[in-house]
């Protein structure tokens, strides 16, 4: 069975540099494990189904993913760690089926830009390269892989940093590690991958190597917004995220028409929404399905998860969770309302 257009997402690591004994992509991020973001993403630019590579722990990232599994979701385990392109030969060696491309990103970039996925697969659908790929301009790349191009330009390798010479770690465009492959080159070359490098990884970085040496091209997309790039890798990372998807949330309700007093000291998720006149104040935290309507005053000091509120109500220093305050509510202070 052919279908157009699958996605992997890459999920099958501990996090070390997280401390945590949970898995890295199901840290929440304003109430959701951060690979709901990057499912939300593959979703929103046609995937019409979602293959997580999973490892540690894989029943909790299973379970962390099921209020928004509606069945476009399965798995493949990846019981070893040995790099990127050993996770895709996990998932070929067990794919049901073939889509006509295949999608590859990791799980730990929530912030991964959709307008550019959808850049990436109109060339892919246009040109019909075996590989089109997500790159970045850095004026200091780091421990980035660089990208390798011919005198024509022409995009002929990627060189992981800790691999690279001198002269290469000199160059600035890096790779992003998102890839839209053409099937039938990633099904017959994908166990063509060799543990040739200091770490004894299988990379999936070498396909575009193998690309170039059979004649075949690989296009470059470049991304324009480098926090869309961001990569969860410490507690940092989660809190420097976690930031800007509040700001992106908390700007787009305002200008919806709410009004937030102190967007610094205001809690808002991703699945929440707020009618127009209403004001959230200081100290807010309002997460899950919760469903603000118009003209509500909302705080100071409310928690606010899984709720209803109607129009024209009045909520103070109290805690409301998984039922509905009707409208023209004015709730006491110091109240816990759960259903």
Do not use: W
Not at 35 to 57: E, F, M, N, W
Not at 76 to 102: D, F, I, M, N, W
Not at 228 to 249: D, P
């Amino acid at each position: 069975m052919l279908s157009e257009l699958h996605a992997l997402i890459l999920a099958a690591g501990k996090g070390t540099r997280m401390k945590s004994e949970l898995p890295k992509v199901v840290h929440p991020i304003l109430g959701r494990p951060m690979v709901s973001y990057v499912i939300d993403a593959v979703r929103a630019v046609g995937c019409g189904k979602t293959i997580l590579v999973t490892g540690y722990k894989s029943d909790v990232v299973k379970a962390s993913l099921q209020d928004i599994n509606d069945g476009s979701i399965d798995y493949t385990e990846q019981t070893e760690q040995l790099g990127t392109g050993h996770a895709v030969q996990c998932y070929v060696k067990e794919a049901k089926e073939r889509p006509q491309s295949l999608l590859v990103v990791c799980g730990d970039t929530p912030l991964i830009s959709t307008e550019t996925l959808n850049k990436m697969v109109e060339i892919h659908k246009k040109e019909k390269p075996a590989i089109t790929m997500m790159t970045l301009i850095m004026n200091e790349p780091g421990n980035y892989g660089r990208i390798i191009r011919s005198n024509d330009g022409n995009v002929i390798a990627i060189r992981e940093a800790k691999d690279s010479s001198e002269e290469e770690l000199k160059i600035k465009e890096i790779n992003l590690g998102v890839y839209l492959f053409d099937s039938e080159f990633l099904f017959d070359n994908i166990f063509k991958l060799e543990p040739n490098n200091k770490q004894k990884e299988y990379y999936l970085t070498d396909m575009i190597e193998i690309a170039a040496n059979q004649g075949k091209r690989v296009i470059a997309v470049i991304e324009k917004d480098e926090s869309s790039t961001l990569g969860i890798n410490s507690r940092q990372h989660l809190a420097q995220v976690s930031s800007i998807l509040q700001k992106q949330i908390l700007n787009k309700l305002m200008d919806s028409g709410v009004t937030i007093t102190c967007p610094e000291q205001t809690f808002v998720g991703s699945d929440v929404s707020i009618g127009s006149d209403s004001v959230i104040e200081p100290g807010c935290m309002i997460y899950g399905h919760t469903t603000i309507e118009k003209n509500c005053v909302i705080g100071p000091n409310v928690k606010l998860n899984n709720a209803k509120v109607g129009k024209n109500t009045k909520l103070q220093y109290c805690i409301v969770e998984n039922t509905t305050v009707d409208c023209n509510s004015k709730i006491a202070p110091f109240t816990s309302l759960e259903g």
